[in-house]
């Protein structure tokens, strides 16, 4: 039995978190239904008009892409060209589409990865955080002997999941205050007179849309009728987009922009001495420009991203950091690769796609 949109959703998002996605990207389930049967998957890197057109004609039930199709507000969908056209031809042709984008960039062997192996780099580690949605910290104090029961509420509720950890509570063993009055429930000591009992301090990271509901789990299961707890805004669990590493040994900047360009085959452009010798090198698959400062502070020598300015190119320049510019799609086209062979290992009936290039920009014709 073929499983439906949803359950393949399911099992991408095991590979592919999406809680691990920018706080601006568009991911996720962008079309479709997710009842539906999913007999076919096909993965592409962006959702062109080919695309489109082979998606349906191939009887993909399902199309795993890289890039959104959709971005900011849509007012209406017809027929046509243009993003909206294309998302009212997949529709119409049986065919979901979900989107992975940044998610995918952050993920281990994902996007940023496997630019950072086309250069066989070494050492390699992560840079410039990815930072997802704001979530909220809730923090809360118990006696010692409820604080499992209480935790496991708020984990039930939706706190505490950190990828594949569920049991994400901070404990810390404390003595608690309490001062009761008549009618405190359980009453602790005598009323008026201050007592201590032991109490564990409770730190669950939440989702920002899933603060009341921890709330209330925290509430009904806390053994007081006015339990202390406190809620803090939260940036947390960011991936890293860039990666960083060694070159294994020093060579001519020209010479590296020569091998990006046959490996990519890209049009390589370079902001730098062409006899500059680099080692330690930054990657950023799509556009990097943003973290020209974060690449610097590594220590990199150059920088292989996509959609580097004049500005901001000469802003790396400044701090000591060549640029080598191969373009948006081509930086990212070794991850293609990997997102194919991914998709491909869960579902027994996939179609690869990614061959269709969705850079708007036309080759030199001096290479045509």
């Known amino acids: 039995m073929p499983p439906t949109v949803s359950e393949a959703i399911s099992r991408l998002d095991e590979a592919i978190p999406l809680s691990k996605a920018a706080a601006w990207d568009a991911v996720g389930?962008?079309?479709?239904?997710?009842?539906a049967p999913v007999h076919r998957v096909a993965v592409c890197h962006e959702a062109t008009g080919e695309v489109v057109t082979a998606a349906v004609a191939t009887g993909a039930g399902l199309l795993v892409a890289y890039h959104p199709l959709l971005f900011g507000s849509v007012t209406s969908f017809t027929a046509g060209t243009a993003a909206p056209g294309r998302a009212f031809a997949l529709v119409t042709g049986g065919v979901a589409l979900y989107v992975v984008h940044t998610a995918f960039d952050v993920a281990p062997d994902g996007c940023a990865d496997a630019l950072a192996a086309t250069l066989d780099l070494e050492d390699v580690t992560g840079f410039g955080p990815n930072w997802p949605p704001?979530?909220?910290?809730?923090?809360?104090f118990v006696?010692?002997?409820?604080?499992?029961?209480?935790?496991?509420?708020?984990a039930g509720a939706g706190a505490g999941t950190i990828g594949d950890y569920t049991e994400c509570a901070f404990t810390i063993s404390g003595t608690g205050s309490y001062r009761p009055g008549n009618r405190a429930s359980p009453l602790v000591g005598r009323p008026g007179e201050l007592s201590r009992e032991p109490e564990m301090r409770i730190e669950m990271n939440v989702p920002a849309g899933g603060v009341d509901a921890v709330v209330a789990a925290l509430v009904a299961a806390h053994p007081y009728d006015e339990p202390a707890y406190d809620?803090?805004?939260?940036?947390?669990?960011?991936?890293?987009?860039?990666?960083?590493?060694?070159?294994?040994?020093?060579?001519?900047?020209?010479?590296?922009?020569?091998?990006?360009?046959?490996?990519?085959?890209?049009?390589?452009k370079r902001a730098g001495a062409a006899d500059q010798?680099?080692?330690?090198?930054?990657?950023?698959?799509?556009?990097?420009?943003?973290?020209?400062?974060?690449?610097?502070?590594?220590?990199?020598?150059?920088?292989?991203?996509?959609?580097?300015?004049h500005h901001r190119a000469g802003e790396a320049r400044g701090r000591g950091l060549a640029i080598l510019d191969a373009g948006h799609a081509a930086t990212e086209r070794p991850g293609m690769a990997r997102l194919y062979s991914l998709v491909a290992k869960m579902?027994?009936?996939?179609?690869?796609?990614?061959?269709?290039?969705?850079?708007?920009?036309?080759?030199?014709e001096w290479r045509s």
Do not use: C
């Not at 080692?279 to 996509?306: E, K, N, W, Y």
């Open 143 to 154: 006696p010692a002997e409820v604080a499992a029961a209480v935790t496991a509420a708020m």
């Open 231 to 268: 809620i803090y805004a939260a940036r947390a669990n960011a991936g890293f987009v860039g990666r960083v590493g060694q070159l294994p040994a020093e060579t001519a900047l020209r010479d590296l922009q020569h091998r990006i360009a046959t490996s990519l085959h890209a049009d390589v």
């Open 134 to 140: 704001d979530s909220a910290k809730v923090v809360t």
């Open 277 to 309: 010798s680099v080692q330690r090198v930054a990657v950023v698959p799509g556009s990097g420009s943003d973290l020209i400062a974060a690449a610097a502070a590594t220590g990199a020598d150059v920088l292989v991203t996509g959609d580097v300015s």
């Open 347 to 364: 579902f027994d009936d996939v179609v690869d796609l990614t061959s269709f290039d969705p850079s708007p920009w036309e080759a030199p």
């Open 29 to 35: 389930l962008q079309v479709g239904d997710a009842a």
